[in-house]
Nanobody, 119 residues
């Protein structure tokens, strides 16, 4: 099994930046089969939506809200992916969920971390 531990959420002012992280833990052999990782988010009363997902070839798919403002990086030694969010707006307030998919199309989700953008 793979567990995704996302963290780093919090309160940030409009226009500010925040970095959240997601560490994959558990079965190392299963972790090695992960093909893509990324983030989705869900605001109150709204459907979960794509933020961005990146694969092992460093190809990244962005949701409309993330383009030009959000970026991802990874530390393979730590099995960790990061989401750098810049120019945050109140509309970015949501629970952010880490996501991973393996070569067998198994999907894993983190428990979520709350990001609140407010003055």
């Amino acid at each position: 099994q793979v567990r995704l531990e996302d963290s780093g959420g919090g309160l940030v002012q409009p226009g500010g930046s925040l970095r959240i992280s997601c560490e994959a833990t558990g079965d190392i052999k299963k972790i090695d089969t992960i093909l893509s990782m990324g983030w989705y988010r869900q605001a109150p009363g709204k459907q979960r939506e794509l933020v961005l997902v990146t694969d092992n070839f460093d190809r990244t798919t962005y949701g409309d809200s993330a383009k030009g403002r959000f970026f991802t990086s990874r530390d393979d030694d730590k099995n960790t992916i990061y989401l750098q969010m810049n120019s945050l707006e109140p509309e970015d307030t949501a629970f952010y969920y880490c996501y991973a998919r393996t070569k067998l199309n198994e999907e894993y989700w983190g428990q979520g971390t709350q990001v609140t953008v407010s003055s």
